[in-house]
């Protein structure tokens, strides 16, 4: 079957670094998705993943292993309007994304 | 640009009633989707269209259909609403896979 596992919830210090981590089994892989949600909001784009290897944007980056089925992605120097649910999404051989439940992640001052 | 737009953006339906969810795109996008998204679930694909005329099921297409006479529009109708189907529904489009998809605001459909 195909399946996105990351954690519930994560809890971070204004200033920090976190890391969000990601696994995923679908059917076939066109590549992984992060994407950013506040609450009542739509998801937005944060990144996208196809080859192995890190991609920095700014303070987020994201990371990719295919023969692990693994991505992180990180967030520095957090600030308070990244409170939100961060999405990982694999796209399988259809081309469908595959979604997880979303990591809501909490900053605390 | 407005990107994509969704009406209503709430709605109370009673089980057994019928309506239709907007969606609007207004950046020529030739893929628009249909999502649902249940507290504490990740999205889950209802309908996707790639171009006008052509539509195909997702993972969960039971109780909805769509339809895609446009390149612009790609309304999805609920027939007997059930409260199962209460959710937050999210229209996304994108130019061609597997690009990014964008989001509209979402509507918020409670069956009572």
């Known amino acids: 079957g195909q399946n996105i596992d990351q954690p519930t919830e994560m809890t971070a210090t204004e200033g920090a670094i976190v890391q969000i981590n990601c696994t995923y089994q679908?059917?076939?892989?066109?590549?992984l998705f992060w994407y950013q949600q506040h609450a009542g909001e739509a998801p937005t784009f944060l990144s996208y993943?196809?080859l192995d290897g890190l991609e920095e944007k700014g303070r987020f980056s994201s990371f990719l292993s295919r023969s692990k089925g693994y991505s992180y992605l990180l967030l520095k120097e957090l600030q308070m309007k990244d409170s939100a649910s961060y999405l990982c999404a694999s796209m399988d051989s259809n081309y469908q994304l595959i979604w997880g439940a979303g990591t809501k992640l909490i900053i605390k001052p | 640009n407005a990107g994509v737009t969704q009406t209503p953006k709430f709605r109370i339906l009673k089980i057994g009633q019928s309506m239709t969810l907007q969606c609007t795109q207004d950046m020529n996008h030739n893929y628009m989707y249909w999502y649902r998204q249940d507290p504490g679930m990740g999205l889950k694909l209802i309908y996707y269209s790639v171009g006008a005329g052509i539509t195909d099921k997702g993972e969960v297409p039971n109780g909805y259909n769509v339809s895609r006479s446009t390149t612009e529009d790609f309304p999805l109708r609920l027939e007997l609403a059930a409260p199962s189907q209460t959710s937050v529904y999210f229209c996304?489009?994108?130019?061609?896979?597997?690009?990014?998809?964008?989001f509209g605001p979402g509507t918020r459909l409670l069956v009572l």
């Open positions: 996304a489009s994108t130019t061609m896979e597997p690009e990014t998809q964008y």
């Open positions: 679908t059917s076939g892989f066109n590549g």
């Open positions: 993943n196809v």
